[in-house]
C-alpha cells in the first residue's frame, strides 16, 4: 500500500521560499506519475505539478510556472516542491499525490494515493 508523507509547511512573507517534501513508501514508484495539489479555504483541491518518477518530466499549473519546482530524489523515494516568490493567493495546504501510470493528468480523482497535507501561509 502506497503511503506519502508530506513536510516542509510553514508561514512565510511574500517574496519569501519553502521546500516541500514528500516521503513516498510501501513499493517502488517505476511508471508512477507523483503530484502536488493545494487547497485554500473555501475553495476546491486544486492541481500545482507534477513529475513523472521514471524519467523526471515535469508540468505545472500556470499561475506557479517559474515560482515552483517539482523534482524528485530516486534513492530517497522522495518528492520535492521548492516554492520561490511566494504570494498571498499561494496560501493554501498543500497533498502529494500519485498515481500507477506514466500519464501527467491533473484531476484529483485519476490520483489512488494521498497524503495528509501540509499548511503553507504566506502573508503579505
Known amino acids: 500500500q502506497v503511503q506519502l508523507v508530506e513536510s516542509g509547511g510553514g508561514s512565510v512573507q511574500a517574496g519569501g521560499s519553502l521546500r516541500l517534501s514528500c516521503a513516498a513508501s510501501?513499493?517502488?514508484?517505476?511508471?508512477?506519475?507523483m503530484a502536488w495539489f493545494r487547497q485554500a479555504p473555501g475553495k476546491e483541491r486544486e492541481f500545482v505539478a507534477a513529475?513523472?518518477?521514471?524519467?523526471?518530466?515535469?508540468y505545472y499549473e500556470d499561475s506557479v510556472k517559474g515560482r515552483f519546482t517539482i523534482s524528485r530524489d530516486i534513492a530517497k523515494n522522495t518528492v520535492y516542491l521548492q516554492m520561490n516568490s511566494l504570494k498571498p493567493e499561494d496560501t493554501a495546504v498543500y497533498y502529494c499525490a500519485a498515481r500507477p501510470s506514466v500519464a501527467i493528468v491533473t484531476r484529483t480523482y485519476q490520483y489512488d494515493s494521498w497524503g495528509q497535507g501540509t499548511q503553507v501561509t504566506v502573508s503579505s
Open positions: 510501501g513499493r517502488t514508484f517505476n511508471g508512477y506519475a
Open positions: 513529475i513523472r518518477w521514471t524519467g523526471g518530466s515535469t
